[in-house]
């Protein structure tokens, strides 16, 4: 009788160890054996990570790296902290508002062309993971003057369609040149901006439009995975 009472204890310590781990390491728990999904990008992909997760469960083992990726500044001198040690399978990224904002690094050259370069740096360290690469367009800049930052920044912005258009192209650029998978998440907010966006001098979106950009993202994820499969399967 007490080693059942053992057997259930140690069945009822399990469990509890399982149920306290935040999600996504249970999820790793579960699925060590799926493919490796790593998300990189600010606070928009912040928003839609949990959403992703949702959607690949039993498909892909998908983190994503702490904090905000912010400007591709920040990017090159955090990518190995981000990259960690693992393999990745696939790897889903994106800088590019803090970029156009300019918000922190204020001294810095933050034209699209300094940001091309830095991309390119950025994608030339992504590449030698040998992970399958998405590039998440930048969704869009707001119509209004972005205030979300003004306090911590002390800046009011509006981005002009002209100046963003510029920052879409040199990002395309780099991707189209190292063979990069589009995940056209510009394309896909901009005819929705009014039903998902939080409000016109905000970058942000709200729940349903996070949810909305996770399924879109996932699909990316799911489709570069299948190709992958069948690819090796040949």
């Known amino acids: 009788m007490g080693s059942v009472d053992q057997m259930k204890g140690s069945l009822l310590l399990s469990i509890l160890f399982l149920t306290s781990l935040p999600s996504m390491a249970r999820d790793g728990l579960q699925g ?11 606070s928009i992909s912040i928003a839609y990570t949990s959403h992703v997760i949702e959607n690949l ?6 983190r994503r790296h702490r904090g905000n990726a912010g400007p591709t500044i920040r990017g090159v001198t955090r990518i190995e902290e981000w990259l960690g040690k693992g393999k990745w399978d696939v790897i889903h ?10 918000w922190e690094y ?3 050259d933050r034209s699209p062309e300094a940001y091309g370069k830095r991309l390119e740096s950025l994608v030339g360290r992504l590449k030698e993971t040998s992970a399958k690469l998405i590039w998440a367009t930048t ?3 707001c119509p209004a003057n972005e205030t979300t930052m003004e306090r911590r920044f002390k800046q009011n912005i509006r981005i002009s369609p002209e ?6 192209d040199v990002a395309l650029d780099v991707m189209k040149k190292h063979g990069v998978e589009i995940n056209d998440l510009h394309a896909f907010m901009k005819p929705r901006w009014k039903k ?3 409000a016109d001098n905000n970058v942000h979106f709200n729940k349903l439009g996070s949810q909305k950009l996770g399924e879109q993202v996932a699909k990316a994820i799911k489709s570069v ?4 499969t069948s690819g090796s399967a040949k």
């Open 163 to 168: 100046l963003e258009q510029r920052y879409l």
């Open 32 to 42: 060590k054996d799926l493919p490796k999904v790593l998300i990189m990008g600010d």
């Open 225 to 228: 995975l299948l190709t992958n």
């Open 57 to 62: 469960k039993g498909v892909a083992q998908v």
């Open 106 to 108: 204020h001294k810095e």
């Open 139 to 141: 969704t869009p800049a």
């Open 196 to 198: 998902y966006a939080i």
């Open 93 to 102: 990224f994106n800088w590019g508002l803090w970029d156009m904002y300019g």
